[in-house]
């Protein structure tokens, strides 16, 4: 088998590379050949006995997605694109990242079909910041979509792209909305969520964290080690299911970050807490209001998607991940 990750230097493309390295293969074949594309060179697994192909591109480039898709992957893991922040401080660089380069994903696959009949699965991650308020809470499965930025909005057509080019028998393509993944290992991004896991992430290394919105905002959350599995388990299962509705909301845990803060007393106790300085920031405030606070994730979760079920959970999982399991 042969598996391609667009977006593979991002964190969740490097946790997904290595947990396919080290699983060995996808749904049952064996992984012979990975090919791993970025706009800087994603790192070479390590341990892994197959071919490996790692390359700097800009998806969003000429032709760059025709040379990926002429490697013939059987599966395509879009992970490309920018944060939702950058994306609606740069409006030309969202639309050309975010969409452009998905739409010439799709058209160069669907080139490869009509050539030789090429019809892979693709994989692409969406967001649910493709819902903007109002919306029920939970918001069900058949809620319609209505972002509220631009990066919501780019995703929201890329889903509707995927669908569409599924109907047309062109790939056999799932879009995954990801919560908001918490908590993100390393420096903080440009992302407007980017405060969720700074808050958690820094005190329990001992460092202050400033928090910007108040604590009654309530969002939907699931860590990298969930994300991963989604993505994988979106590889590997029959999406016949889902007919025409390609694109499926993940379960998570709703929590407010009142909530993220007293499960972060729980696990590292009032020292780390007393890290977090309040600086309200009335731009990520405005961003924050619009997105959505739960989901029922129905379809998700009879199709055997799973997430962590507390947020004492979510940052256990950081601690074991990325702080080999101990606290400082």
Known sequence: MHVAIIGAAGMIGRKLTARLV?????????????????????????????????????????????????????????????????????????????????????????????????????VFTSSCAVFGSPFPTPIPDDFHLTPLTSYGTQKAISELLLADYTRRGIFDGIGIRLPTICIRPGKPNRAASGFFSGILREPLIGMEAVLPVPEDVRHWH?????????????????????????????????????????????????????????????????????????????????????AESSFDEIIRVHIDDELEGRLP
């Open 22 to 122: 080290a699983d060995g293969g996808l749904g049952g074949p064996e992984i012979a050949r990975l090919s791993l594309i970025d706009v800087i060179e994603p790192p070479r697994p390590e341990g892994f006995s197959g071919k490996v192909k790692a390359r700097a591109h800009d998806l969003s480039a000429p032709e760059t997605a025709e040379k990926i898709v002429a490697r013939r992957a059987d599966v395509i893991f879009h992970l490309a694109a920018i944060v939702s922040g950058e994306a609606e401080l740069d409006f030309d660089k969202g639309y050309r990242i975010n969409l452009d380069g998905t739409r010439q994903l799709f058209e160069a696959i669907r080139a490869a079909h009509a050539e030789d009949g090429y019809k892979p699965r693709v």
């Open 222 to 306: 699931a860590s990298p080690r969930s994300a991963v599995g989604f993505l994988i388990h979106g590889a590997t299962i029959d999406l016949a299911p889902l007919g025409a509705e390609r694109n499926l909301s993940m379960p998570g845990v709703s929590a407010t970050v009142g909530e993220q803060i007293e499960a972060l007393r729980r696990i590292a106790g009032d020292k780390a807490v007393k890290l977090i300085r309040r600086e309200p920031d009335e731009v990520v405030m405005r961003i924050v209001s619009g997105w959505a606070q739960s989901f029922t994730a129905t379809r998700a979760r009879e199709l055997g998607f799973v």
